[in-house]
């Protein structure tokens, strides 16, 4: 099984960026336990800032492989061209949120690719994450 971890934009900051809320670790620091958590699964992972880049990635690997986990961050708001993405791919995709995003902001209280996911996981911190697999392992279709 591969699955493929996506991170939109600022989430390259995890551990400087407002550690009250998204805590004190990197998604590097983190990613070797998700992986020796799960060792027959060939977990990998992307970052980009740049919302195209995001989608090139999805549209490379959303018909091979088994499933995405996507924190779009701030584009999960904004994004229509995200959720037409997740829409057209053969891999089912799971939005993830590291905060609680609906006891934040108005604004980050409604998202634009939710519909097109098969699920979404918020508020767990990086664990999160670990749910998000956990979904795909447990639900394959």
């Given at each position: 099984m591969k699955i493929l971890i996506i991170n939109g934009p600022n989430l390259n900051l995890l551990g400087v960026r407002e550690p009250g809320i998204y805590g004190s670790s990197s998604f590097e620091q983190y990613l070797p336990q998700l992986q020796q958590r799960y060792p027959d699964i060939d977990i990998e992972y992307y970052q980009s800032n740049v919302e195209g880049e995001l989608i090139n990635k999805m549209q490379e690997v959303g018909f091979s492989y088994d499933g995405i986990v996507l924190n779009a961050g701030a584009y999960t708001h904004t994004s229509i061209a995200l959720h037409d993405c997740i829409r057209s791919l053969k891999a089912p995709v799971i939005e993830v949120h590291i905060s609680n995003v609906h006891q934040r902001e108005e604004f980050r209280h409604h998202s634009m690719i939710?519909?097109?996911?098969?699920?979404?996981?918020?508020?767990?911190?990086?664990?999160?994450?670990?749910?998000?697999?956990?979904?795909?392992?447990?639900?394959?279709?």
């Open positions: 939710s519909a097109a996911c098969r699920g979404v996981i918020c508020g767990f911190g990086l664990d999160s994450y670990r749910l998000a697999i956990s979904a795909l392992t447990e639900n394959e279709e």
